[in-house]
T-cell receptor, first 110, second 117 residues
């Protein structure tokens, strides 16, 4: 059973606008959450993370929001750039294991 | 600085053949992981290791074996390949479990694309 879900397989956004990627999870015991970015023919690379005791973490153009009551997190990219076009994976960590969502393919249109 | 290196990058097997995927990391990380990525399924953990000489099962371990004889290497073996094992395989490493979030970030290799006919 998928413990981390990304219900939007794809998203298209105009350059300069905001991109919002969403992720839902079922296990309230996760310790922290991460977002990874993946380009074709490459492995995922770490983007940003948030501890389960926080509700927001910001790093440059990237901000992750955590809503524990709704078991929902989101990644905001502002402003979006063509180089942000990639697949974004949400992941959750507990114990020694990471649990990944199915990914959202973001296309930023110039 | 190579990071995490996977070999081979591509492989085609016939049903019943065996093969070993090699993962090497040069960051002195304690933890290593093997994942498979399938369309619509995300990344699923096959096996992982929390240190040299240790291995543990992940979410989808059946049909695979692993070994961590050296800290820098993590091998994934398929003893008798099946078409259901056609997938892209990713290896990852992380410094180790810690209350520090930074120590638990995974670094991934570029992947191995395996087709079993």
């Amino acid at each position: 059973d998928q413990q981390v879900k990304q219900n939007s397989p794809s998203l298209s956004v105009q350059e300069g606008r905001i991109s919002i990627l969403n992720c839902d999870y079922t296990n309230s015991m996760f310790d922290y959450f991460l977002w990874y970015k993946k380009y074709p023919a490459e492995g995922p690379t770490f983007l940003i993370s948030i501890s389960s005791i926080k509700d927001k973490n910001e790093d440059g153009r990237f901000t992750v929001f955590l809503n524990k009551s709704a078991k929902h997190l989101s990644l905001h990219i502002v402003p979006s750039q063509p180089g942000d076009s990639a697949v974004y994976f949400c992941a959750a960590f507990r114990g020694n294991q990471f649990y990944f969502g199915t990914g959202t393919s973001l296309t930023v249109i110039p | 600085n190579a990071g995490v290196t996977q070999t081979p990058k591509f492989r085609v097997l016939k049903t019943g053949q065996s093969m070993t995927l090699l993962c090497a990391q040069d960051m002195n990380h304690e933890y290593m992981y093997w994942y498979r990525q399938d369309p619509g399924m995300g990344l699923r953990l096959i096996h992982y290791s929390v240190g040299e000489g240790t291995t543990a099962k992940g979410e989808v371990p059946d049909g695979y074996n692993v070994s961590r004889l050296k800290k820098q290497n993590f091998l994934l073996g398929l003893e008798s390949a099946a078409p259901s094992q056609t997938s892209v395989y990713f290896c990852a490493s992380s410094p180790g479990q810690s209350k520090s979030l930074a120590k638990n970030i995974q670094y991934f290799g570029a992947g191995t694309r395996l087709s079993v006919l």
